[in-house]
């Protein structure tokens, strides 16, 4: 890489520390405390991973995966994993279409909720492996395939999961293969006595924080980009294989 390009990275990558605090920043106006979580988060997502959130019903993962895609002008989709919930529930299906003017039918493709920047599978452990696996060519690839074609999934995509640990009932194990595809898995802890407080304060109120777009879909790509392109140290990279 040329010096120029250097430069420029150097400049870019100060650019993203000032919105990753502005993300934040806009993401505690609707969410109290989890800030270790927001972080790692927005890391998951500049780094292209996926993210598998822990925890209890009622402690704002939803809202959380809602607001991050409103601060960050993306498309959200949610998927309610249930068990009757079927493969193409999840990536869509190719249904039968009459031209009304000459009466042709032919295959047109009909696009699942996974076709969305920002995906929520909610409550992810709560259907078989076989509709779990749906997700798997999907958050490895960033496309799925019907038949024998193949659509490309919007960039950039992060599938954000939630599972209840306490609940074993009616639940499926995830498979080692879908757990390998997250980057992290977090787990959402009850808030402090002080941020219950403060939930209460913001939830009874009639004034919702109005949230201002940070990022567009564009420049999440070319930051995403550009953190691939950072050097990395060998000591760097054998700590992490060893932690791994």
């Known amino acids: 890489?040329?010096?120029?390009?250097?430069?420029?990275?150097?400049?870019?990558?100060?650019?993203?520390?000032?919105?990753?605090?502005?993300?934040?920043?806009?993401?505690?106006?609707?969410?109290?405390?989890?800030?270790?979580?927001?972080?790692?988060?927005?890391?998951?997502?500049?780094?292209?991973?996926?993210?598998?959130?822990?925890?209890?019903?009622?402690?704002?993962?939803?809202?959380?995966?809602?607001?991050?895609a409103q601060v960050l002008s993306l498309e959200f989709s949610r998927i309610q994993f249930t068990p009757d919930l079927m493969p193409a529930d999840i990536t869509g299906t190719e249904v039968i279409q009459e031209d009304k003017l000459t009466g042709q039918r032919e295959l047109a493709f009909m696009r699942g909720p996974v076709f969305g920047n920002i995906v929520l599978a909610d409550e992810i452990n709560r259907t078989p492996p076989k509709t779990q696996a749906a997700l798997l060519e999907a958050m490895q690839e960033r496309q799925v395939t019907i038949g024998r074609t193949r659509h490309d999934l919007p960039s950039p995509f992060f599938v954000l999961a939630t599972q209840n640990p306490i609940e074993h009932e009616g639940t499926y194990p995830l498979p080692e293969a879908q757990l390998d595809r997250f980057m992290f898995q977090?787990?959402?802890?009850?808030?402090?006595?002080?941020?219950?407080?403060?939930?209460?304060?913001?939830?009874?109120?009639?004034?919702?924080?109005?949230?201002?777009?940070?990022?567009?879909?564009?420049?999440?790509?070319?930051?995403?980009?550009?953190?691939?392109?950072?050097?990395i140290a060998d000591h760097v990279a054998r700590f992490a294989i060893d932690v791994a």
Do not use: C, W
Not at 46 to 67: C, E, I, S, Y
Not at 195 to 224: H, R, Y
């Open 186 to 231: 977090l787990v959402i802890d009850y808030p402090t006595a002080e941020e219950e407080l403060e939930i209460v304060k913001l939830t009874t109120s009639d004034n919702e924080a109005e949230l201002d777009a940070v990022l567009s879909a564009d420049e999440i790509q070319s930051f995403i980009q550009l953190v691939r392109r950072m050097p």
């Open 1 to 68: 890489m040329t010096e120029t390009g250097n430069n420029d990275d150097l400049k870019t990558q100060t650019e993203l520390l000032d919105r990753v605090a502005q993300i934040e920043q806009q993401i505690s106006m609707r969410i109290v405390g989890q800030k270790t979580v927001i972080r790692q988060l927005l890391i998951a997502l500049f780094t292209d991973g996926h993210v598998l959130l822990v925890g209890v019903p009622g402690l704002a993962k939803t809202r959380l995966v809602q607001t991050l």
